[in-house]
């Protein structure tokens, strides 16, 4: 288990990590997510002893990573993917590695075999593409064989079968047992992956929970409805035990409700609906809605939630919850939008 405790760092003026305190159980995935620049790497990096905290202590199952002899053989970490010499070869980059921590060269075999570079074992790393650089980092982490792995966004830049592969073995490592901690920026690799969630912004904790309960409670639907007689609309849904919300654009979300019957109903009231779709709010888009406030980093225009990848207004679902003062923002954000 990793435990974090009022873990802070700050370079300067600039507080990267902000009292972080939370846990990394073993036995399942735990996935880490921010935007660019939250504070993930640098939180990383403290875990491993690589930074020093401003304040605040990182222990692993109880001791600290400075006690440990032979830290391999109890956290193995894949952080940066191009950090090995480019003119030494991956089995003598492992060699060193196992020899700095006594652990046999047999091993060393083993890990090459796993991640399935026994071919290239002797080829120099600067001749490495991105994929195999990764497979390199997970095979020193993978070394001593430790209780605890880390992985610092393992899968960037991966082809599909590279992606599967990784998420596969994260998976594996996390069913024996294993304390498995990989942070991303993407919550939909995440939710293929993980089985808890860390998500911290601007440094500071946001969430800490299940992938399930994430699931439950940001995956709600509902189906907006459009008409040029609102006022009808309105009184025939007061009249059923519904829940309406208003939606982006004159029209009206029903919390759960079912496209047929909600139609029928319509047509029995004899009103004219130019719209009747269902809504669905990805996990993505939940993500995107909780670190909204602490994105610091935006392409050109502002995070607008509820806008698609075209700029179409409006894949929210309405039975979505956003924190505390986020519906507003979001309906400012498309008034300003409209
Ligand atoms: N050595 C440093 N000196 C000054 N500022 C730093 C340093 N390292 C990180 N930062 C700042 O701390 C903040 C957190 O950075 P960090 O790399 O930990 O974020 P991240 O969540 O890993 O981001 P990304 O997803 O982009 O990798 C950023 O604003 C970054 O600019």
């Known amino acids: 288990m990793i435990e974090l405790h009022e873990l802070t760092k700050r370079y300067g003026d600039k507080t990267a990590v902000d009292g972080l305190s939370f846990q990394v159980p073993q036995g399942v995935v735990t996935g880490f997510l921010g ?7 640098t939180t990383m990096r403290m875990i491993l002893d690589l930074d020093r905290p401003s304040s605040g202590r990182v222990t692993l199952d109880g001791r600290r ?38 652990i046999p060269t047999r091993r060393v075999d083993e890990v090459l075999a796993l991640v399935g570079l026994t071919d290239v074992a002797r080829k120099r790393a600067r001749g490495f ?7 390199l980092g997970i095979a020193s982490a993978l070394l001593g064989d430790p209780e605890i792995l880390m992985f610092d966004e393992p899968v960037n830049g991966l082809d599909p079968e590279g992606i599967l592969w990784i998420r596969n073995l994260m998976k594996r490592l996390a069913g024996e047992g294993r304390t498995v901690f990989v942070s991303s920026h993407l ?17 500071r904790l946001l969430a800490d929970l299940s992938m399930a309960d994430f699931i439950e409670q940001n995956s709600r639907s509902a189906v907006r ?9 309105l009184d025939v849904l007061a009249a059923q035990p519904l829940t309406v919300e208003a939606g982006p654009g004159g029209s009206y979300e029903v919390v759960d409700g079912d496209p047929a019957k909600l139609g029928d109903l319509a047509a029995a009231n004899g009103i004219t609906l130019h719209e009747l779709s269902p809504q669905r709010a990805s996990l993505e888009e939940a993500f995107m809605q909780m670190t909204a406030d602490s994105v610091e980093y935006h392409a050109g225009a502002q995070v607008v939630a509820g806008t698609d990848a075209a700029g179409a207004a409006g894949t929210w679902g309405a039975g979505w919850q956003p924190p505390a003062g986020g519906r507003k923002k979001r309906a400012k954000q498309q008034k300003g939008a409209n």
């Open 35 to 41: 935007p660019n620049g939250a504070g993930k790497s």
């Open 65 to 102: 990573y400075g006690q440990l002899a032979e830290p391999l053989k109890y956290i193995g970490a894949l952080l940066e993917a191009k950090a090995v010499h480019p003119g030494r070869t991956a089995r003598d980059h492992l060699l060193w590695l196992a020899q700095s921590n006594r």
């Open 129 to 135: 593409s991105l994929g195999m650089g990764q497979r």
């Open 187 to 203: 919550m939909s690799e995440m939710a293929l992956t993980a089985d808890h969630l860390v998500v911290i912004g601007k440094g």
């Open 225 to 233: 409805l459009r008409t040029p007689q609102p006022e009808l609309l």
